[in-house]
């Protein structure tokens, strides 16, 4: 336990001295926008901004632990722009998307980082909340461009730049608890496994869970992995030794499959719920697929790819025409909904003749009710809440588009409804 504590402390050290050094390596460059400058129309503009185009950047993981996602929200959004472009661009501009893929590496990201931030106006992609949290002095400070993260910590709220879209990891973990004892059985006095990511991803989805199983009656018993921790044999024998009724899942796609598969083998057959992260529809054609589909569910920020929605079924067919090779994935809804935040605050910035990056952080803020097509509602007007409280459970099954079902709409638990995250 030490070790691994010592483990943390030393990739924070590591990434605040990478943010100093970055910050320090750009302090003294001058600003080439600065919101005074008057492009083509008379409309305002900054850095990324020209009278031809509008430059944005993606900060991805498309060769580390989460490179199946980072390809579909990288993917998503290059067809975003190509039809935005075909449809006239935007305030009479292409969008353009520089992509950078940082594999999950902290050095990587915080160098792509630096190196695009004086050429776009914003991010509509950075995967990876312990990166996003260590450039925010320099996001909050001189940089000031609008960061839409890949991400839901509840440590990234507050930031008027960095905007969390739908629920941070707590509350989703909340519903996800109201979930298996409202569906599942669990009653009070029952124990309830969680086997998390150490770091901010892990430890903020606990929280979540605490706080859950305190209103239910619940015992949280925990298990804290690491992300290169791929056999969870380990954590199983522990949870069944232990009683447990129930279990949560805060982790990668690998780990669920191992739980879930090493559960089922081994007579553990108990309902596991996952964070939206923790799973891929690729899952289900390995030996973990049937275990998967009887035995996992996982809350998601949004309806799955393959809902029954206008939005869901031209985003399936535009997707498919693009990328016939590749599987659908929730992925791809992220990265489709960020765009399209970015887009509309792009629009609406336009409306105002600012495209600066104070113009497009200022239009963002009046987007209190946007819909992005997939069953959710987002209030983007206070940086301190996340665009939503709202979660979906969603259980995988090879049958519908996108291996995933809805079994339970969009909801909001009463614990959820009053916690503070």
Same mark, same amino acid.
């Given at each position: ?34 919101? &005074?400058? /008057? ?18 950047? *993606? ?11 980072? !390809? ?9 722009? &190509? ?10 501009? $292409? ?8 594999? +999950?590496?902290?050095?990587? *990201?915080?160098? *792509? ?9 914003? +991010? ?9 949290? *260590? ?6 400070? $001189? ?6 993260? $890949? ?11 960095? #905007? ?42 606990? =929280? ?15 298990? !804290? ?14 949870? !069944? ?27 553990? #057959?108990? %309902? ?8 891929? %529809? ?28 206008? /939005? ?7 997707? #498919? ?15 489709? /909904? ?8 792009? !629009?609406?910035?336009?409306?105002? =003749? ?7 952080? =200022?239009?963002?803020?009046?987007? /209190?009710? +946007? ?37 339970? %709409? ?8 009053? +916690?503070?995250?």
């Amino acid at each position: 336990m030490t070790h691994r504590r010592q483990a943390v402390r030393g990739l924070a050290a590591a990434l605040a001295a990478l943010v100093a050094l970055t910050a320090a390596g750009c302090s003294s460059k001058a600003k080439t926008g600065d919101g &005074k400058q /008057t492009g083509a129309g008379g409309v305002k503009t900054g850095e990324g901004v020209t009278d031809k185009t509008i430059s944005l950047g *993606a900060l991805t993981d498309m060769t580390g632990v989460y490179a199946t996602l980072g !390809k579909s929200v990288t993917q998503a959004q290059q067809l975003y722009v &190509k039809q935005v472009n075909a449809a006239g661009g935007i305030c009479g501009r $292409q969008l353009e998307l520089t992509v950078r893929d940082h594999g +999950y590496d902290p050095q990587k *990201a915080l160098a *792509a980082y630096t190196e695009l931030e004086p050429k776009v106006v914003g +991010y509509a992609q950075f995967i990876g909340s312990p990166f996003v949290a *260590a450039v925010k002095p320099r996001v909050d400070g $001189q940089d000031k461009g609008l960061v839409l993260p $890949q991400a839901w910590s509840a440590s990234l709220l507050g930031s008027p730049y960095i #905007r969390v879209l739908g629920a941070t990891y707590d509350v989703e973990t909340i519903n996800a608890v109201d979930f298996l004892v409202k569906e599942k059985g669990l009653k009070s006095g029952d124990k309830l496994g969680h086997v998390y990511f150490e770091g901010d991803y892990g430890e903020n989805a606990l =929280k979540g869970s605490k706080h859950a199983a305190g209103k239910a009656g619940l015992t949280v018993v925990e298990q !804290k992995i690491k992300p290169t921790d791929n056999d969870m044999s380990a954590q199983v024998a522990a949870l !069944k030794q232990a009683g447990v009724k129930g279990i949560v899942i805060s982790a990668g796609p690998r780990q669920a499959a191992s739980l879930v598969g090493v559960a089922a083998a081994t007579g553990l #057959r108990v %309902p596991v719920v996952g964070n939206n992260s923790a799973f891929a %529809p690729q899952l289900l054609g390995t030996q973990a697929g049937p275990a998967l589909e009887k035995m996992y569910w996982f809350a998601s920020p949004s309806l799955p790819i393959g809902a029954d929605t206008p /939005t869901a079924k031209k985003l399936v067919a535009d997707y #498919r025409a693009a990328y016939p090779s590749d599987a659908l994935d929730n992925g791809i809804v992220a990265g489709w /909904t960020a765009a399209s935040v970015f887009g509309e605050a792009l !629009k609406k910035a336009c409306a105002e =003749k600012d495209l600066s990056r104070a113009g497009v952080d =200022k239009a963002l803020l009046t987007m /209190t009710s +946007y819909d992005a097509g997939f069953g959710m509602t987002h209030d983007l007007g206070d940086p301190k809440a996340p665009s939503s409280r709202e979660s979906v459970i969603i259980q995988p099954d090879k049958s519908v588009p996108g291996g995933m079902r809805t079994v339970r %709409p969009p909801f909001v638990s009463d614990a959820a409804k009053t +916690y503070a995250p």
